[in-house]
């Protein structure tokens, strides 16, 4: 048989499995061109606005007739039940967990008061509950837990806004952190409702009009997860002319003579970080590889062919799967582990710190018991000023270090130094003026014992907090409470 009868005997077989082939690879294109209409239905869908979301609308149930999976996500703040090894979303008394935090805050309300926020939810709730609302504060106060804030300053004024006292602003202020916030209700764009944010960048010659879409995914938390002070008229103001570190914060502050309250015990005239998240994540790998609050915090879900950011904020560390996995290839467990150990690495150096701190502003209000002069006593007072400054803008952030484990380590290191370096000069102190050293140290085991050391009637300011919310507290509050 020649080769060319063989050629023609096999052909029609190729010609039928081309053609079952094409028949295949046809109805394999159709599927996928289905999906795509079918998602592309989908997501108009959802891009479909129900009502007219109002400017500076401040009520999320209102977004969320138009954004149900979102809403329903945000909704599940509401949940305290999330706890890690270090924090979450449960309420933890601090200064119960680290009773030298009283000490350390004499004179100052956080040594009545100071728990872990819970979620966003409860933000007007826990600034209501909280015992240091007892003292006179400024509306600033109120700048970063509510949707009621931006329509308020739009409706009044932003300088006519931060003028008003805490007081006179609470009744304006009914609706928690929300939508508004973070989002244009016209196009559902991320934009900044806060002009702190703004007015800091300008100063750094900065736009933020210019920032990435992914940018913009941590911006809209730096609103409000930052360091801030109040200026004249009590105007907020970020610290960040020098930079964001640490010490460009205090060169800053320093120079502007800015003092946020006199110690009680030592007379320092004390700085207060707030919580200084942005800044501290800035400084961390994160930042660098352009990985953004959302990406961590809200990672993306999906319900068919429709893709949206997760809106339930909690820590990374309820939903390993869905926000390190993304990147990081090891597993679950794994992922765990490694955060702890960083963040068990930074808890040991702050609990020194925050140990050395209460020492030195004690012994420091013994040095000044003994007649130590201010020219002597001087130099102490700006180590224990700089010392607890850098104590705080690690301890006050969030997430124990994590935001930025090798900056959060180094800069306790410089807390550690300088506190150290204020007790070496009360030594001095001490042997002019005849003092034993060391000195013995009153028991401040407990919040309690500590609270008393420092001159805190308790009894008295619960009570006083107690016929005050009687008095204001709004009624719908009183579920959350």
């Not at 690879?25 to 997501?43: H, K, N, T």
Request: hydrophobic residues 35%.
């Amino acid at each position: 048989m020649s080769y060319l009868t063989e050629k023609k005997r096999r052909k029609p077989w190729i010609n039928w499995l081309l053609f079952f082939a094409t028949v295949i690879i046809v109805f394999i294109i159709g599927l996928f061109a289905a999906s795509i209409v079918e998602r592309r239905s989908e997501a108009q869908l959802y891009f479909q606005m129900v009502s007219p979301i109002p400017d500076w609308e401040p009520d999320n149930a209102v977004w969320g007739d138009n954004f149900p999976r979102q809403y329903e996500r945000y909704k599940l703040t509401l949940d305290t039940s999330f706890e890690s090894k270090y924090y979450g979303s449960a309420m933890i008394d601090y200064l119960e967990k680290y009773p030298e935090l009283v000490v350390m805050w004499a004179g100052y309300a956080f040594s009545r008061d100071y728990n872990q926020g819970r979620g966003h939810y409860y933000s007007v709730t826990d600034v209501h509950n909280t015992l240091r609302t007892n003292v006179p504060q400024p509306a600033t106060c109120w700048t970063c837990k509510s949707t009621d804030v931006p329509r308020m300053m739009n409706e009044i004024g932003v300088s006519e806004y931060y003028a008003q006292t805490w007081n006179e602003m609470g009744p304006n202020i009914q609706h928690p952190i929300g939508c508004q916030d973070c989002h244009d209700p016209q196009t559902m764009n991320l934009r900044i409702t806060r002009p702190a944010l703004t007015e800091a960048f300008a100063r750094q010659g900065k736009d933020i009009n210019d920032a990435t879409h992914q940018e913009m995914r941590s911006l809209v938390c730096a609103q409000c997860h930052v360091e801030y002070y109040f200026g004249e008229n009590n105007y907020l103001v970020f610290p960040w002319d020098e930079g964001f570190k640490a010490e460009e914060m205090e060169l800053y502050l320093d120079n502007i003579n800015h003092t946020d309250w006199v110690h009680a015990l030592s007379r320092t005239p004390m700085l207060k970080a707030q919580h200084p998240d942005y800044e501290l994540y800035k400084t961390g790998i994160h930042a660098q590889r352009d990985v953004s609050c959302a990406d961590c915090h809200m990672p993306y879900m999906r319900e068919g062919g429709i893709k949206f950011t997760d809106h339930h904020l909690v820590s990374p560390l309820a939903k390993v799967d869905k926000s390190c996995m993304v990147c990081h290839r090891d597993d679950e467990q794994s992922l765990i582990d490694r955060v702890y150990e960083q963040q068990s690495r930074v808890s040991e150096l702050r609990r020194i710190a925050e140990r050395n701190l209460a020492r030195a502003h004690i012994e420091a209000m013994y040095a000044w018991e003994a007649g130590a002069t201010e020219a002597e006593m001087a130099p102490v007072l700006q180590l224990i000023r700089h010392s607890q400054w850098r104590w705080d803008w690690v301890a006050a952030a969030n997430a124990m270090g994590f935001h930025s484990p090798s900056e959060a380590l180094r800069v306790l290191g410089t807390s550690i130094q300088k506190s150290q370096e204020a007790s070496l000069e009360l030594t001095s102190i001490f042997r002019k003026y005849g003092i034993d050293y060391p000195i013995e140290m009153p028991d401040i085991s407990t919040k309690e014992k500590a609270q008393e050391f420092i001159g805190l009637d308790m009894d008295k300011i619960r009570r006083e907090k107690e016929e005050w919310k009687d008095q204001t507290l709004p009624q719908w509050l009183s579920q959350y409470n």
